[in-house]
């Protein structure tokens, strides 16, 4: 089919190369304009933009699908279908309507729960037992159109980095699957539910900041869901520490204060606030696998702690 793919981060790569690979007519690729990136701030294209510059893809970059230039340049695409995953941008009514199938969305949650910007790091956090990919109708409201085909997968213990690969990949497939059938036209949609929605807001560093007075396993689920991006963070000693991988633990027969570095050799292990549901003798704990301290790289714990020593005792903010 003549399509236009709609997408900017790295979740939206493996559905752009899947439609390559499967050899629809892409007629452009729309994402987020080039941001500038690291030390020296230079302008970088977004992982869809580099993927679609490599294929010789016509790449459009519009701030803005609100004005009549940019939807008239997009319905004289002459389009069957608009394919759309993390892009962005709000598409007005004009440019929804102009695909002769209309446009469809890759959407990283089992909807209506967390319709919006971070599906895949709210449900984490959350603490929600799965989550999946759907192919959705887009209509005018915020995820809220018929669902087409949906896939499901426990999160478990999964980082919120390591489920967004699992769900791209997944969606990859399960979007080339719903294009076949709506070329087909034999297909049917569901309307989502009417109870159950939430809404995932986008990602706010201030929500980043560890609290060691919650119990181990809610200051888990922050770390995984914030990690790899923007990294769940705590200060040693003036320094900030983001922690991205963890494991919950038990200390026993302790009586430091959330936060404390407990006396684990060879490990990095943080003391949290009791909850109710544990012996009053044992301290819920937070077992430290990957961090990174400030201007570095990721590292393992044992790795880190050899060139930054923290004593047993020491109490992070």
Partial sequence: MRLAFMG???????????????????????????RPKGRGMKEVPSPVSALALSRGLEVRTPVSLRQ????????????????????????????????????????????????????????????????????????????????????????????????????????????????????????????????????????????????????????????????PWPGAWTEVNGERLKILKSKIGVFYNSNHAPGTVLPVDNALVIGCANDTTIDVEEVQTINVEVAQRAGGKPMQAKDLLRGFHLEPGTVLA
């Avoid at 939206?12 to 007519?25: C, F, N, Q, S």
């Fill in 8 to 34: 900017t981060p790295d979740f939206a790569v493996p559905l752009l190369a899947e439609l390559i690979a499967e050899g629809h007519d892409i007629a452009a690729v729309y994402s987020q304009p080039p």
């Fill in 68 to 227: 009549p230039e940019p939807q008239a340049e997009f319905a004289a695409l002459n389009l069957d279908v608009a394919v759309v995953a993390a892009y962005g941008l709000l598409l007005p009514k004009p440019v929804l309507d102009a695909p002769r199938l209309g446009c469809w969305n890759l959407h990283g949650s089992l909807l209506p729960r967390w319709r919006g910007a971070a599906p895949i790091q709210r449900a984490v956090m959350a603490g929600d037992a799965e989550t999946g990919v759907m192919v959705m109708q887009m209509e005018e409201g915020l995820d809220t159109g018929p669902v087409l085909l949906a896939g499901k997968t426990p999160i478990g213990f999964k980082t919120a980095g390591e489920l967004t690969n699992e769900l791209a990949r997944t969606g990859a497939k399960l979007m080339a699957r719903g294009l076949k059938l709506l070329e087909s036209g034999i297909y049917t949609t569901t309307p989502q539910a009417e109870e159950g929605v939430t809404y995932a807001k986008k990602i706010d560093k201030s929500e980043a900041r560890i609290d060691w007075n919650k119990p181990a396993v809610e200051v888990d689920r922050l770390i995984r869901g914030l990690s």
